[in-house]
């Protein structure tokens, strides 16, 4: 069974910090991984998304990486700003077995803080 | 295109009410899913449909229930609503499973 874990709970930074937040999963079998943003009482919004072929993508000052065979992916975010602040959740798209499921991470909550 | 749209966006029930959850799509998307959020967690998925007839549990499927009698719909049904259910209920669709996912805003039901 996939696992997802996020790492750290959360974070606080002071603006302006370039910051890491990181994904790991336990079974390499995916399509693709995505990053999502959650703002209180909100939706998902749809940051980045790396198929299983590619190593990273870049939105902006976002940046996400992908290491399938470890089972890691990080995101990369530059110069934090407030607005930044959110929970973050890594999703992977499995496949074989959990085919077409998609398995989420408990998040990471930023406070980016002026 | 609306994309995938839910209703109703915030529910109050009691102990031991049903009702459903509306869930549509107009991109012609074949594969439909339910997930629930608990508070401070990642999404779990309820349910899922490949296409029109067809459903399938997915990680916690107890105490709903979901049919799929067009492409566009895929309402989900609580019966005997529990405060075990209180939780926001996040709709999504695919053109095929592995491609990306597409949510709707979330239905946030409360059970007391």
């Known amino acids: 069974k996939q696992e997802v874990t996020q790492i750290p709970a959360a974070l606080s930074v002071p603006e302006g910090e370039n910051l890491v937040l990181n994904c790991s999963f336990t079974?390499?079998?995916?399509?693709?991984l995505q990053w999502f943003r959650q703002d209180p009482g909100k939706g998902l919004t749809s940051l980045l998304l790396?198929?299983?072929?590619?190593r990273e993508q870049t939105s902006g000052r976002l940046n996400a990486s992908l290491d399938k065979s470890s089972g890691r992916s990080t995101l990369y975010i530059a110069a934090s700003q407030p607005g930044d602040s959110a929970t973050y959740l890594c999703?992977?798209?499995?496949?074989?077995?959990?085919?077409?499921?998609?398995?989420f991470g408990q998040g990471t909550i930023l406070t980016v803080h002026p | 295109n609306a994309g995938v749209t839910q209703t109703p966006k915030f529910r109050i029930l009691k102990i031991g009410q049903s009702m459903t959850l509306q869930c549509a799509q107009d991109?012609?998307?074949?594969?439909m899913y339910w997930y629930r959020q608990d508070p401070g967690m990642g999404l779990k998925l309820i349910y899922y449909?490949?296409?029109?007839?067809?459903?399938d549990k997915g990680e916690v499927p107890n105490g709903y229930n979901v049919s799929r009698s067009t492409t566009e719909d895929f309402p989900l049904r609580l019966e005997l609503a529990a405060p075990s259910q209180t939780s926001v209920y996040f709709c999504?669709?695919?053109?095929?499973?592995?491609?990306?996912?597409?949510f709707g805003p979330g239905t946030r039901l409360t059970v007391l």
């Open positions: 999703a992977v798209l499995g496949g074989g077995t959990s085919y077409g499921k998609l398995t």
């Open positions: 991109m012609n998307h074949n594969y």
């Open positions: 079974d390499s079998a995916i399509y693709n």
């Open positions: 449909s490949v296409g029109a007839g067809i459903t």
């Open positions: 999504a669709s695919s053109t095929v499973g592995y491609n990306e996912q597409f």
């Open positions: 790396i198929q299983s072929s590619q």
